[in-house]
């Protein structure tokens, strides 16, 4: 990790007011409510995403029912649509920034912890499962927690990713800003860079959304350090336009690895053929399987960020499980 993590070490000493001397967002006189409005619209994305994607997981519905119900574009008849990790992460997160204005590493380790003991059945992965209720016993040693992780080497996986995109919805008019916030969002769970990495595309993809931009993914690659999901952004910009999601998938990962580089390249390649269409973005996510409420969950807050949710069917919004009242203060 040592060779390959010098741009993290330089990109997050950049993160301080201090020492950049930026204005933080909640003390600019003319920051109004597009921010807010933005990171919004991008977590009621993450979360449609996040739970209509888990309705097609192995664990609910045999494969070929899964793709029968995709092709055919029929609403999964679960009464209930509970989202997971995705979403509560994304909203711990959002609460550091509603209170902070912008990322705080220990509070949002904290805050981590503390939304993993409220409700630890939300879906996490095994490196959280590890994490978090050490963090929880020791909050000041989230650092060193955080790198130990497999080996030393710390997290690659999607989590920091699938999380991120209402952040980079709320810095989007600065998209150095997205880019260092975003770093600092994941360093918390995610020491590896590939884990920061992911955390970092998704971000900037969501701040284009936010701007009423399509997240072009040369783009995105052009902001996100070189590595495997940058790789496999170019990859996938170069997919061919007759390329079906399922062919994506199997040439870009769909996230069954769990790994950022194994599924950030496909959601928003999804994320970029549907970016003023959000249900079409989901259900072509879905095609590709895999760790599906994940892919929806990060490419239904990338283009919920432009679109918003209300041209989804009403009954989704019916069957998914609310958000906390609190979200309506942002």
Same mark, same amino acid.
């Given at each position: 990790m040592s060779g390959s993590s010098g741009w993290v070490t330089s990109l997050l000493a950049r993160c301080s007011p201090a020492q950049t001397g930026r204005i933080l967002p909640w003390q600019d006189?003319?920051?109004?409510?597009?921010?807010?409005? #933005?990171?919004?619209?991008s977590l009621e994305g993450l979360a449609f995403g996040d739970a209509f994607g888990e309705r097609f997981f192995r664990l609910f519905r045999p494969e070929a029912e899964a793709r029968q119900l995709i092709a055919e574009r029929r609403t999964p008849p679960d009464p209930h649509w509970h989202w997971t990790d995705d979403t509560a992460m994304a909203l711990a997160l959002l609460r550091v920034l509603r209170k902070h204005g912008e990322v705080e590493l220990q509070p949002l380790a904290r805050e981590f912890a503390e939304t993993y003991k409220a409700d630890p059945g939300r879906g996490y992965g095994s490196g959280m499962h590890a994490l978090l209720p050490r963090v929880a016993a020791s909050?000041? @040693? /989230?650092? @060193?927690?955080? *790198?130990?992780?497999?080996?030393? @080497?710390? *997290?690659?996986g999607n989590g920091a990713a699938m999380r991120v995109a209402p952040l980079g919805a709320w810095f989007h008019d600065d998209l150095d800003r997205v880019v260092e916030q975003a770093a600092r969002s994941a360093r918390v769970t995610h020491a590896h860079p590939e884990g920061i990495a992911g955390a970092v595309a998704v971000a900037v993809a969501a701040a284009l959304s936010a701007r009423g931009r399509a997240p072009e993914l040369t783009a995105v690659a052009a902001r996100t350090p070189d590595g495997p999901v940058r790789e496999g952004l170019l990859r996938a910009a170069g997919l061919p336009p007759e390329t079906t999601p399922e062919q994506a998938a199997e040439i870009l990962g769909n996230g069954r690895r769990i790994r950022a580089d194994d599924t950030v390249p496909f959601a928003l390649w999804c994320a970029a053929r549907h970016p003023g269409d959000l249900e079409s973005?989901? /259900?072509? %996510?879905? #095609?590709?399987?895999?760790?599906?409420? %994940?892919?929806? #969950?990060? #490419?239904?807050?990338?283009?919920?960020?432009? %679109?918003?949710v209300e041209a989804l069917p009403a009954d989704w919004a019916l069957r998914r499980e609310s958000l906390p009242v609190w979200i309506g203060e942002l």
């Open positions: 006189p003319r920051m109004d409510d597009r921010a807010r409005a #933005a990171a919004y619209a909050p000041d @040693e /989230w650092a @060193e927690l955080a *790198s130990a992780l497999f080996g030393g @080497e710390g *997290s690659l973005a989901l /259900w072509t %996510t879905a #095609a590709g399987l895999g760790d599906v409420d %994940t892919t929806c #969950a990060i #490419a239904g807050g990338v283009v919920g960020a432009r %679109t918003g």
